[in-house]
């Protein structure tokens, strides 16, 4: 043995032999670290997990269903992603390095913690997630983004996300360790919570299919899995929300559902033109699809005071449009109702404190839209209920959403969907179509559902 060993004598991996198994099991009870022990086979489990989601991905891939982007994968990218194993390696290696021998408390972990495991989801939810958006987003400056390979895969796997340049696999290293570390320092760290992030960040990066629409719209999404930063600074992809509701259409239609009710939130024009996105994006679908704007119109010129009719039909006639009604009776009242102050103003849900200022004294502010105003600044008006309708009393163990009806009130819109799916129509009710406004009022009518008797919300 040389008496003055340089710095290369050495293996560079002779330190980790003291971690070997033979090591763990010659010595003593209090010196053994069980941490370090379970690093390596950690490893392998990795591995296999990821191996599992790469396999079931390819599967379903080959299959033609549930793809996200209607494209196969390229050989290409096969090869370029064969290294995924890589990053696993890597981690291991320093994970050993900074643990074992580097980061004082890095040893002797206990094998649960709870007050590690809630500073862990606090610095996972805090800085990690607000510092990878900011990283993600920088990485796609042109300066960078051209020199990373990552991007390539158009048809993203499970790994896609860990196949990226060296430089990048430290950084994130680094910002992924830093719950590790921080507990570790702060003596809360310990076994489970800390293999078990690891397998949490795998799983989500896994499963995730929102990177692909990432990867198809490179200025959208760059959020690791909590999109709060994407909605924060508006580089959310709509067409996010829109993946999710299809893929909820197809699920209920594979269980058998007749009708599917959209959400008050999915109906925006911008959003998916009304709900007709999903219809003209799968016409072979069996289950309809109704968002209930029928029943809407009809509350509208229904059950909420005559009056509001009538200035329905006022304001539709100042724009121009003709109105037509049934009954000569009809006709004169609204001929004298154009003489009078109607005092009603027919608004969304951005009615602006500005606005409202502007409504003389006693004005009710009926809402058409499904929300009502964010705000009500005006003592002197009333501010009706959104369209709504009182369920019948047999109607039973169903949940609505809208906590600003009072008790056993639902939006016309979900009723819409309820009564089209008791009628068993068989057509669709969304996007630009309506149905008869008159047979869908009839139809509610008929299975109970009543109008309203307490108009107005303080």
Same mark, same amino acid.
């Given at each position: 043995?040389?008496?003055?060993?340089?710095?290369?004598?050495?293996?560079?991996?002779?330190?980790?032999?003291?971690?070997?198994?033979?090591?763990?099991?010659?010595?003593?009870?209090?010196?053994?670290?069980?941490?370090?022990?379970?690093?390596?086979?950690?490893?392998?489990?990795?591995?296999?997990?990821?191996?599992?989601?790469?396999?079931?991905?390819? #599967?379903?891939?080959?299959?033609?269903?549930?793809?996200?982007?209607?494209?196969?994968?390229?050989?290409?990218?096969?090869?370029?992603?064969?290294?995924?194993?890589?990053?696993?390696?890597?981690?291991?290696?320093?994970?050993?390095?900074?643990?074992?021998?580097?980061?004082?408390?890095?040893?002797?972990?206990?094998?649960?913690?709870?007050?590690?495991?809630?500073?862990?989801?606090?610095?996972?939810?805090?800085?990690?997630?607000?510092?990878?958006?900011?990283?993600?987003?920088?990485?796609?400056?042109? #300066?960078?983004?051209?020199?990373?390979?990552?991007?390539?895969?158009?048809?993203?796997?499970?790994?896609?996300?860990?196949?990226?340049?060296?430089?990048?696999?430290?950084?994130?290293?680094?910002?992924?360790?830093?719950?590790?570390?921080?507990?570790?320092?702060?003596?809360?760290?310990?076994?489970?919570?800390?293999?078990?992030?690891?397998?949490?960040?795998?799983?989500?990066?896994?499963?995730?299919?929102?990177?692909?629409?990432?990867?198809?719209?490179?200025?959208?999404?760059?959020?690791?899995?909590?999109?709060?930063?994407?909605?924060?600074?508006?580089?959310?992809?709509?067409?996010?929300?829109?993946?999710?509701?299809?893929?909820?259409?197809?699920?209920?239609?594979?269980?058998?559902?007749?009708?599917?009710?959209?959400?008050?939130?999915?109906?925006?024009?911008?959003?998916?033109?009304?709900?007709?996105?999903?219809?003209?994006?799968?016409?072979?679908?069996?289950?309809?699809?109704?968002?209930?704007?029928?029943?809407?119109?009809?509350?509208?010129?229904?059950?909420?005071?005559?009056?509001?009719? #009538?200035?329905?039909?006022?304001?539709?006639?100042?724009?121009?449009?003709?109105?037509?009604?049934?009954?000569?009776?009809?006709?004169?009242?609204?001929?004298?109702?154009?003489?009078?102050?109607?005092?009603?103003?027919?608004?969304?849900?951005?009615?602006?404190?500005?606005?409202?200022?502007?409504?003389?004294?006693?004005?009710?502010?009926?809402?058409?839209?499904?929300?009502?105003?964010?705000?009500?600044?005006?003592?002197?008006?009333?501010?009706?209920?959104?369209?709504?309708?009182?369920?019948?009393?047999?109607?039973?163990?169903?949940?609505?959403?809208?906590?600003?009806?009072?008790?056993?009130?639902?939006?016309?819109?979900?009723?819409?969907?309820?009564?089209?799916?008791?009628?068993?129509?068989?057509?669709?009710?969304?996007? #630009?179509?309506?149905?008869?406004?008159?047979?869908?009022?009839?139809?509610?009518?008929?299975?109970?559902?009543?109008?309203?008797?307490?108009?107005?919300?303080?």
């Amino acid at each position: 043995m040389a008496s003055k060993p340089g710095i290369l004598t050495d293996w560079p991996w002779t330190p980790l032999e003291t971690l070997s198994t033979y090591s763990f099991m010659v010595k003593d009870e209090k010196e053994r670290d069980l941490l370090n022990f379970l690093i390596f086979p950690f490893l392998l489990w990795r591995m296999l997990h990821n191996q599992i989601w790469i396999s079931l991905s390819r #599967y379903r891939t080959a299959k033609g269903r549930n793809r996200i982007v209607d494209k196969h994968i390229e050989i290409e990218q096969v090869d370029r992603e064969r290294n995924w194993d890589d990053q696993i390696i890597l981690s291991g290696i320093l994970f050993y390095i900074i643990l074992g021998k580097m980061l004082p408390g890095g040893t002797q972990f206990p094998i649960w913690r709870l007050d590690g495991v809630i500073l862990m989801a606090l610095l996972h939810a805090g800085p990690v997630e607000f510092v990878y958006y900011w990283l993600h987003r920088a990485l796609h400056h042109h #300066y960078l983004y051209s020199r990373s390979h990552h991007h390539s895969s158009i048809v993203p796997e499970p790994i896609t996300s860990v196949t990226r340049p060296f430089a990048e696999h430290i950084t994130y290293f680094v910002l992924f360790a830093t719950p590790l570390i921080t507990t570790a320092l702060t003596g809360a760290g310990s076994i489970v919570p800390a293999f078990g992030y690891i397998t949490y960040i795998d799983l989500m990066n896994n499963m995730g299919h929102c990177h692909s629409l990432h990867h198809t719209q490179l200025r959208a999404n760059y959020s690791l899995f909590m999109p709060l930063y994407d909605y924060l600074f508006s580089t959310v992809d709509k067409t996010s929300d829109t993946l999710y509701e299809t893929k909820a259409i197809l699920e209920a239609e594979e269980k058998g559902a007749r009708v599917i009710s959209l959400g008050l939130l999915n109906q925006g024009e911008e959003l998916n033109r009304y709900g007709g996105l999903f219809v003209h994006k799968n016409p072979e679908l069996k289950i309809k699809v109704v968002d209930g704007s029928s029943l809407a119109v009809a509350v509208l010129t229904n059950s909420i005071l005559t009056k509001v009719a #009538y200035a329905t039909a006022f304001a539709l006639c100042q724009k121009g449009i003709q109105v037509v009604t049934l009954r000569e009776d009809e006709h004169e009242k609204l001929i004298r109702s154009f003489g009078s102050n109607l005092k009603i103003w027919l608004v969304g849900n951005g009615l602006t404190e500005e606005e409202q200022s502007k409504a003389e004294r006693g004005t009710m502010f009926v809402p058409f839209s499904q929300f009502p105003p964010a705000t009500k600044r005006r003592k002197d008006c009333t501010y009706h209920l959104t369209l709504a309708m009182a369920t019948p009393a047999a109607l039973e163990n169903v949940d609505s959403c809208e906590n600003w009806l009072p008790r056993r009130v639902m939006s016309a819109w979900r009723i819409g969907g309820i009564v089209h799916a008791l009628e068993g129509w068989n057509e669709h009710e969304c996007g #630009y179509t309506i149905s008869n406004v008159d047979t869908v009022w009839d139809a509610a009518l008929r299975h109970g559902f009543l109008p309203l008797t307490i108009p107005t919300q303080s």
